[in-house]
């Protein structure tokens, strides 16, 4: 069964030279969305993102004079100020006309109304879990010193003194305090649920510059923050292939060096302002730095898995035209996957949602106790075409088939490469060598789906064996 996971921890790509990928980024966005956004290119966006703020036409030395040894964004004016919503949405708004098309949208005041807005005391968290570990991290966001798990009686007594900040799940008893947005209410998405986590610290933080790999509601209960967004298609300006660990970059988002890191200055942004009770939606793949003011602050993020839809119906993985493409380019896997979901967000299947409104209490999380149900997300095409969960895939007459995201019809898919399908290489290596050579060759979408799962988080070391090996295609 650890196959299963395998493949679902999966992410995937296709990649183009430099040139040719930015030029068809270019043209291919401009032409979906000309029709769409009339106020495409009112900015000058090359990507045609289009923006909702003045056009800023700055030359390079007036972006290096503002933003060098800045903090992050100091190098122009945003794009897009997020959208803002003064109200909740319901769950077929949400996914057909947000999450779909990958667009950032804060909802005003929704978290106000939960339990926990008035109940989160640090009295009634000390009274009610104060015996219970936490995960703890640091305010400047070092992944590389990781101080140890606490109590939270402990955290309470001394977190207005320390450089500590407290990040870990919300408990299954502290759910009953958290009304699920309404947003979220719906088993194309609720079904789909990876984790949630629980933020508190006095503020004044600053995260890395990252991506998550699933999509994710963070929701404020007390404090104030800014999020900065970047759109997955400006992946290589932002240094991304150079970075120790893929997916967190190396920049120094408080001090961004712009000599070493000139192509920052190509990059455009969403800044999103959230404000107590408020919620906001950060699509996946998309690279965001949270900043907290100095003050009491507590968030809870809820993170779900979500899939682009097919180009076409069924599940055919179409030939790539052109091998004359840039290999092994994280930042690339990213700004394709982007692209994919631009290219199919309006064709999307409408979603059909039934449930009503409940408590988070309700649900369980793919990383609860190992007796709790099982979330669906890691079935492959066992899950989407037949209604398997991962619990069914244990029973004797579904134990020989095999759970693949890949084109399954294909006998050159990774669904058929033995060290995919076995996991007989350690840190599966070969398997994404291979399937790195597969997505050079098909358009399937388990590349678009995988590769970003696979290559998130690979060590340098490892990055450079799965370029340098030999190629099994």
């Known amino acids: 069964m ?28 401009c032409h979906e969305h000309s029709s ?34 800045k903090p992050f964004g100091s190098h122009r004016p945003p794009d897009f100020i997020v959208e803002e919503l003064p109200y909740m949405i319901s769950p077929e708004d949400f996914y057909m006309n947000y999450v779909v098309k990958h667009k950032p949208v804060v909802f005003k005041g929704a978290v106000k109304y939960w339990p926990a807005y008035t109940k989160w005391t640090d009295e009634y968290l ?18 590389w010193n990781v101080p140890p798990d606490m109590e939270l009686s402990t955290f309470l007594s001394h977190y207005n003194h320390s450089n500590r900040y407290l990040v870990d799940e919300v408990l299954p008893d502290m759910r009953k305090d958290v009304i699920l947005p309404l947003c979220l209410r719906c088993e194309e998405m609720s079904s789909f649920f990876f984790v949630s986590y629980f933020w508190m610290s006095t503020g004044g933080t600053s995260s890395s510059i990252h991506i998550d790999t699933d999509e994710n509601l963070l929701c404020v209960i007390h404090g104030h923050k800014s999020v900065l967004m970047v759109s997955p298609v400006y992946s290589t300006h932002l240094y991304s292939d150079e970075s120790r660990v893929l997916g967190v970059l190396d920049i120094n988002p408080q001090a961004v060096d712009l000599e070493k890191f000139p192509n920052v200055m ?8 959230v404000e107590e009770g408020d919620i906001v939606y950060i699509p996946q793949m998309w690279w965001h730095q949270v900043i907290s003011r100095p003050e009491r602050q507590q968030a809870v993020a809820l993170w779900w898995k979500s899939k682009p839809a097919f180009k076409k119906p069924g599940r055919e993985a179409l030939p790539v035209k052109s091998l004359e493409k840039e290999r092994f380019s994280f930042g690339n896997v990213l700004a394709q996957y982007e692209l994919w ?17 409940v408590f988070m209490s309700n649900y369980q999380f793919e990383s609860d106790k190992s007796n709790a149900p099982q979330t669906r997300g890691d079935g492959g095409y066992l ?37 995919c399908r076995d996991q007989e290489d350690e840190g599966n290596t070969k398997c994404i060598r291979y399937i790195l050579d597969y997505c050079l060759h098909y358009d399937d979408r388990g590349c678009v789906d995988q590769l970003p799962q696979l290559m998130n988080k690979l060590g340098s070391s490892q990055y450079k064996e799965i370029q340098q090996m030999p190629s099994e295609f």
């Open 2 to 29: 650890y196959y299963i996971m395998l493949f679902s921890s999966k992410r995937s790509f296709e990649i183009f030279t430099l040139t040719e990928f930015f030029c068809i980024v270019s043209l291919i966005l």
């Open 36 to 69: 769409h956004h009339s106020e495409t290119h009112s900015c000058g966006n090359q990507y045609g993102e289009g923006c909702n703020v003045a056009k800023n036409n700055l030359t390079d030395e007036e972006m290096f004079q503002r933003g060098h040894m």
């Open 126 to 143: 000390n009274t009610t879990y104060g015996q219970e570990r936490f995960h703890m991290e640091t305010k400047d966001d070092d992944k």
């Open 266 to 273: 190509k990059v455009r942004y969403h800044h999103a302002n």
């Open 341 to 357: 979901v631009q290219n199919v967000s309006d064709y999307t299947p409408r979603i059909k949602c039934k449930d009503q409104q």
């Open 383 to 419: 899950e989407e075409e037949l209604g398997l969960k991962i619990s069914d895939l244990h029973k004797p007459e579904y134990r020989d088939l095999d759970p693949c995201d890949f084109d399954y019809t294909n006998q050159k898919s990774p669904c058929h490469f033995r060290s």
